[in-house]
C-alpha cells in the first residue's frame, strides 16, 4: 500500500486499564512513527470503557482505519476491538474472539493443552470461594507462580518459595481479578518469540536480575538482560519458533502476538501466555525481533496498518 491509503489513522492508547501508563507509551511511539513516514495519524487518548462514549469518541475523529495501542483490561480483550468492528473500522492485530482467548489465561492453557502444547501445570481459584475459608489445596508442590488470570504485564504476579508465602499472594492477585491461576514454577530459560505476519521472528531470551520477570524487571532500567537473538541450537530455536506459531494460531490470533516460552532444563519448550497487542516502543520486544530481521520500528507500524486493511479482504 502507499503512505496515502491508509487514510486517517487514529491511533488509540491509554485506556482504563492498570497498564494505562505502559499503554500511553506505546501510543506515543506509534504516532511519532506513522508521523514520520507520512500517515494522517491522529493520537486518541481512550479515558473511560463507557462504549458509547468511545463510539462517539472514534466517530469524531472520521478515522479510516485504528492502530490499537492499548494494553490490559479493554484494549486487549476482544473489548475496543468488537466497538471498532461496530464501526465497521479495519484494526490492527486480533479480532473480538482470538483477543478474548488470548486474555483468557484459563481458557488459553486449556487450548494449548489440547491442541498438543506443552502448559505449566495449573490450578484456579475463584475469589467468592476462597474467601469462604481462606484456604488452597496446594497440588503443585512448590515453587509457584500466582497470577491473575485476565491481565498483562506481569501485574499482580507473585513467584512464592514457601507456605508462608502463599495467602499474600492470592491476596494481591485477587486485587486484579475475580480468578486467579497457580502453576508449578518451570525452571528454565525465558523466551518470547514475536509473530509477524503468519511467521515466527527469532526467539529472544530474556535473564533478569530479579528473582523472575516481574513487571519491575520488565519497566525499570538495568534489571534485565535481552539476548536478540537467543543464543540457541538451530534445531532448538526452530522448535521454539514453531510451537509459539502454534500456539499464535491455535487462538486464531492475526496480524501479530507476542508468545511467552520457558525453555525448561530437559529442553521441553512451555506455552506461558500470548499477547495479542505487544508492546510497541523502539525498545519492546516485538520490535526488537522485527529489526533483526530487517524490518525498523517505522516499517513495523506500516505493515500492521497493511495488515489491518488486508484483514477486512479476507
Avoid: W
Amino acid at each position: 500500500m502507499e503512505i496515502k491509503d491508509f487514510g486517517r489513522v487514529g491511533v488509540l492508547m491509554g485506556g482504563p486499564s492498570s497498564e494505562r501508563e505502559i499503554s500511553l507509551k506505546s501510543g506515543k511511539a506509534v504516532f511519532s512513527a506513522l508521523k514520520d513516514a507520512g500517515v494522517e495519524a491522529v493520537a486518541i487518548d481512550i479515558t473511560t470503557d463507557n462504549p458509547a462514549e468511545n463510539v462517539s469518541l472514534l466517530k469524531n475523529h472520521n478515522l479510516d482505519c485504528a492502530f490499537i495501542a492499548l494494553h490490559g483490561r479493554f484494549g486487549e480483550d476482544g473489548t475496543i476491538q468488537s466497538i471498532l468492528e461496530g464501526l465497521h473500522l479495519p484494526f490492527t492485530a486480533s479480532g473480538v474472539k482470538a483477543s478474548q482467548l488470548a486474555m483468557d489465561k484459563i481458557g488459553s492453557l486449556e487450548i494449548f493443552s489440547q491442541g498438543g502444547l506443552h502448559v505449566p501445570k495449573s490450578q484456579f481459584i475463584e475469589k467468592s470461594a476462597y474467601q469462604k475459608n481462606l484456604t488452597f489445596d496446594n497440588q503443585l508442590g512448590f515453587p509457584l507462580v500466582v497470577k491473575p488470570a485476565n491481565h498483562g504485564s506481569s501485574i499482580g504476579l507473585s513467584l512464592v518459595e514457601r507456605i508462608e508465602e502463599l495467602p499474600p499472594a492470592i491476596k494481591l492477585a485477587f486485587k486484579f481479578d475475580e480468578h486467579i491461576i497457580i502453576q508449578e514454577y518451570i525452571f528454565g530459560r525465558e523466551l518470547t518469540v514475536g509473530i509477524l505476519d503468519e511467521l515466527a521472528l527469532p526467539a529472544i531470551e530474556i535473564i533478569t536480575n530479579n528473582k523472575f520477570f516481574d513487571f519491575t524487571a520488565k519497566y525499570q532500567a538495568g534489571l534485565t538482560q535481552y539476548i536478540v537473538p537467543a543464543a540457541l541450537d538451530p534445531e532448538v530455536a526452530l522448535e521454539v519458533q514453531g510451537i509459539a506459531l502454534q500456539a499464535h494460531k491455535l487462538l486464531g490470533c492475526y496480524g501479530c502476538s507476542r508468545v511467552d516460552i520457558i525453555l525448561a532444563k530437559e529442553g521441553c519448550p512451555y506455552i506461558l501466555e500470548v499477547n495479542t497487542i505487544p508492546g510497541m516502543t523502539s525498545t519492546s520486544l516485538l520490535p526488537k525481533a522485527a529489526k533483526i530481521t530487517g524490518i525498523d520500528f517505522n516499517q513495523l507500524c506500516l505493515k500492521l496498518l497493511e495488515l489491518a486493511y488486508a484483514k477486512t479482504k479476507v
